[in-house]
């Protein structure tokens, strides 16, 4: 059993829940994105297309929309990826930012993701959520050889 079947938290919010989990959640330090976008660039990586996992109502994606010409934001949570949709943004390039329903394990199963296609996947405060014997090698089909998996939380949390 998943951890999201075990625990559906944010995936049963009602929409106004929704509405004010984006309204109260704090955003994250420049500092952040800016160490995960300069190991990516070191390390060979491209800016072409971003998938934030449990991305909620989009609060850390939108944050990252600059620096990529096509973003997909995915959560397991409906009323989540609704409240996402409403709040939008625009990547680099111009094109909307596309949220989908998804659960983070599986991602290779998103509609037209093709394989090896997306060159960094992220997770804002939502590795605890996902059951990673079954979102690793989901990764793996999606991401580009080379590509970039940056899964990060806030402190104090003490992930084992």
Known sequence: MSVHQRDPTFSTFTSEQAKHYANSRPSYPTELFQCVFDH???????????????????KATR???PMFEEVIGIDAG???????????????SGKEVQYEVSRAEEIDKIAGLQEETVDMITGA???????????????AKVLK?????ALWARAPMHCR
């Not at 939502?126 to 990764?139: R, T, V, Y």
């Not at 050889?145 to 998996?149: D, E, L, R």
């Open 125 to 139: 405060t939502c590795a605890h959520w996902i059951d990673m014997s079954e979102f690793w090698p989901a990764a």
């Open 78 to 92: 409906p009323e989540m990826i609704k409240t996402a949709r409403e709040l939008g943004g625009t990547t680099k």
């Open 40 to 58: 990516h660039a070191a390390n060979g990586g491209s800016f072409k297309k971003l998938l934030d996992v449990g991305c909620g109502p989009g």
């Open 145 to 149: 050889p080379g590509g970039t998996v």
């Open 63 to 65: 944050d990252m929309l």
